[in-house]
T-cell receptor, first 115, second 113 residues
């Protein structure tokens, strides 16, 4: 069975500091991995996804994530946090051959950015 | 933004009453989904649809039913609302391939008193 664990339900950083949001997954078959962002009172927006190919994936708003099969991880990073990055972030997994994308979501990490 | 409209955006209802939430899309995507979002649980799949009149259960389907009579509309019904169904409900759509991202609506906040 697939599962997603996001370490840290709340992360706080200073503006300009590195953002690191952790995601570990469990999957018995090669996964597809996604990061979504949710701003207050809105739905989820896709930040980036890993399907095949390059393991370092670049997304919108300066975020990137690296798929590490040996560590079963897909951590999200951004070199320099901006106040507008404050939001909730969700990691999600599905798998190849699944037939449709029934995503399994992590519990989410709320990112706070302070001046 | 993908053309997804959820209605109503907010609803307060009493325990035991039926409630229907609507999702309307203009993207002509085959797959539609209903999720609920609760603190500490992320998003959990309630039901999904892979075509008109074709639906299936997700991981938290008890107490919910769905219908899809047209490609663009996907209805979620709580037959007899309970306080445990107080949540934020999100509709999503996708093209259906496993590597296709989901596109989400802005959610319906439902409170059952």
């Amino acid at each position: 069975a697939q599962s997603v664990t996001q370490l840290g339900s709340h992360v706080s950083v200073s503006e300009g500091a590195l953002v690191l949001l952790r995601c570990n997954y469990s999957s018995s078959v090669p996964p597809y991995l996604f990061w979504y962002v949710q701003y207050p009172n809105q739905g989820l927006q896709l930040l980036l996804k890993y399907t095949t190919g390059a393991t370092l994936v670049k997304g919108i708003n300066g975020f990137e994530a690296e798929f590490k099969k040996s560590e079963t991880s897909f951590h999200l990073t951004k070199p320099s946090a901006h106040m507008s990055d404050a939001a909730e972030y969700f990691c999600a997994v599905t798998y190849r051959g699944g037939g449709y994308n029934k995503l399994i979501f992590g519990a989410g990490t709320r990112l706070a950015v302070h001046p | 933004d993908a053309g997804i409209t959820q209605s109503p955006r907010h609803k307060v209802t009493e325990t035991g009453t039926p409630v229907t939430l609507r999702c309307h899309q203009t993207e002509n995507h085959r797959y539609m989904y209903w999720y609920r979002q609760d603190p500490g649980h992320g998003l959990r799949l309630i039901h999904y649809s892979y075509g008109v009149k074709d639906t299936d259960k997700g991981e938290v389907s008890d107490g919910y039913s769905v219908s899809r009579s047209k490609t663009e509309d996907f209805l979620l019904t709580l037959e007899s609302a309970t306080s445990s169904q107080t949540s934020v409900y999100f509709c999503a759509i996708s093209e259906g391939q496993a590597n296709s991202p989901l596109h989400f609506g802005n959610g319906t906040r439902l409170t059952v008193t």
